[in-house]
């Protein structure tokens, strides 16, 4: 019996500028600023689980002044935290 040669697919991490620039399109309104329900649909567009918390959660950790929103300047300190989730490209 031959088997079929199939492509083994490659992931790797994503490094934090690959991160921001993914980040900085779920503004989904274009205001400068990612929400925390922003967050919560980009995160699912990729493919998490847990997105309601993971969301709050990175919220919570990025939004350095406390406006609820992530803005331009925090996005860096998102993209360090989001980091640790181990998302990769494939």
């Known amino acids: 019996m031959r088997k079929s040669w199939c492509p083994r697919q490659v992931e790797t991490p994503m490094t934090e500028d690959q991160l921001r620039s993914m980040i900085k399109r779920f503004d989904r309104n274009g205001d400068g600023k990612i929400s925390r329900r ?14 309601y918390f993971r969301a709050w959660s990175a919220l919570r950790h990025a939004d350095l002044n ?16 989001v980091s640790k989730w181990g998302i990769t490209i494939s």
């Open 38 to 51: 922003e967050l919560r649909i980009g995160l699912r567009s990729i493919g998490l689980r847990f997105t």
């Open 66 to 81: 406390g406006d609820g929103v992530i803005s331009d300047e925090e996005i860096n300190e998102l993209a360090k935290y």
